[in-house]
Every structure is written in C-alpha cells, then in structure tokens.
C-alpha cells in the first residue's frame, strides 16, 4: 500500500492531504492494515471510483483514485 495512506489523523485536527491509491490498494478501507494499533479506529469500507476522492468518516483520511489507475 501506498505509504502516504499510513498517515493517521484525528478528523477534527487533520491536514489537508489526499493520499494517492492504487489499482493494489483496492478494496479501499480504513484504517489501512498495517496502521498502528493506537490509533485505528473500526474498518470502514470505502467506496471510490477512478478519478474520484473518498472520505473516511471517522478520521477525515482522504483517498484519491485516479483514472487508469484500476
């Protein structure tokens, strides 16, 4: 997965960053598997399709898919 995806924020206190997905990242959920135990919060599955941006509800993460990128 792409690391930039790693980057953990509180939704209230998040930076503006978009994280960029992969064809491999796919089915798009957060937290990521590799995150911290700390600061995971319940899996949310997250819709996205190529040349759209998803937002995680619980920590405000949000995912860019790009198109040609499935």
Not at 4 to 29: A, I, M
Request: net charge negative.
């Amino acid at each position: 997965m792409n690391e930039s995806v790693l980057n953990q924020g509180n939704h209230k206190n998040r930076q503006d960053v978009v994280h960029r997905l992969y064809s491999e990242d796919l089915p798009l959920h957060c937290p990521p598997d590799n995150t911290e135990l700390w600061s995971q919060h319940p899996r949310v599955f997250l819709p996205i399709a190529p040349g759209q941006t998803a937002l995680c509800p619980y920590c405000g993460n949000q995912f860019f898919l790009p198109k040609g990128d499935t």
